[in-house]
């Protein structure tokens, strides 16, 4: 009885009014929602973190587990050359490893370590194996050509083969480096000069005995590895009278010595 009273006691005035407070009420609901400008800024900021590709910038390498072995092995090989320490993995090691080591060791002592390095990653055996089955012939430096490109795109980036004259006739003993994925890594050309250039024209000469002249072109980071040319002489090599980059990543000074490194 009470409860029907009560019932009967709600007039449709105050009904109504609440049917509109709620109406009006909902409106204000809405103001919880994300503002548009924060969804948008966000958006943004999201695209803004995406891998970055070679068209916009840094280079991207998707490196399979055939890869991170063969960069981790260098890496680990160069440390225990030097007795340096890297806490990273994968190129990144590599880069910090050969960072430490330009700025610990004079150039000459760098070159040194980097051919000390590789002659203890490969065994003797397959090096004197190598040189006593491949002289030098149009077939072993073109052989040498194609087989950096198939198994040292880890290290360099991608690269193909092109033909170049020698002794009169065209061969295919060229590797072109679209973009040196050590040069672009490091950014710096004492290093690229130092730890790459340098040591690896001294090893493949003395241990495969095939002399090879890599030319790298410091403006776009592309290089030439010319297989069966003696590189010039230290004083007539263009490449060891470069300054460095300005945004250097060694943290050193930006002059140069006739010895191509970053001071």
């Known amino acids: 009885m009470e409860a029907k009273l009560i019932l009967q006691s709600r007039s449709p005035t105050a009904t109504s009014s609440r049917r509109v407070e709620g ?4 409106p204000v609901r809405s103001v919880l929602a994300r503002p548009t400008e ?4 966000e958006r943004l900021r999201l695209k803004m973190l995406k891998p970055v590709d070679t068209e916009a910038g840094t280079s991207v390498h998707n490196d399979n587990w055939f890869d991170l072995l063969a960069i981790n092995y260098l890496s680990e090989t160069l440390q225990a050359a030097t007795g340096l320490k890297s806490m990273r993995s994968g190129y990144e090691s590599l880069v910090e490893t050969t960072a430490m080591m330009s700025k610990r060791f004079s150039t000459k002592t760098q070159q040194k370590l980097v051919v000390k390095a590789l002659e203890s990653a490969i065994p003797k055996l397959i090096l004197d194996t190598i040189r006593t089955l491949l002289p030098q012939s149009q077939f072993t430096r073109e052989y040498f050509a194609a087989f950096t490109t198939v198994f040292f795109a880890w290290l360099i980036g991608p690269s193909e083969v092109r033909e170049s004259e020698f002794e009169g006739r065209r061969e ?17 050309v004492g290093m690229c000069i ?6 690896s024209q001294t090893f493949i000469k003395d241990s495969l005995g095939m002399p090879v002249n890599m030319v790298p072109n410091f403006d776009d980071m592309s290089c030439e590895m010319i297989f069966g040319q003696d590189p010039p002489a230290s004083n007539d090599d263009p490449a060891l009278k470069q300054p460095c980059y300005k945004l250097c990543k060694a943290n050193q000074m930006h002059t140069v010595k006739s010895s191509g490194q970053c001071l």
């Open 172 to 188: 295919k003993n060229v590797v072109y480096v679209k973009k040196c994925r050590f040069l672009e890594q490091s950014n710096c």
């Open 23 to 26: 109406r009006r009420c909902r």
């Open 38 to 41: 924060n969804f948008v800024t």
């Open 194 to 199: 130092n730890l790459c250039k340098m040591p």
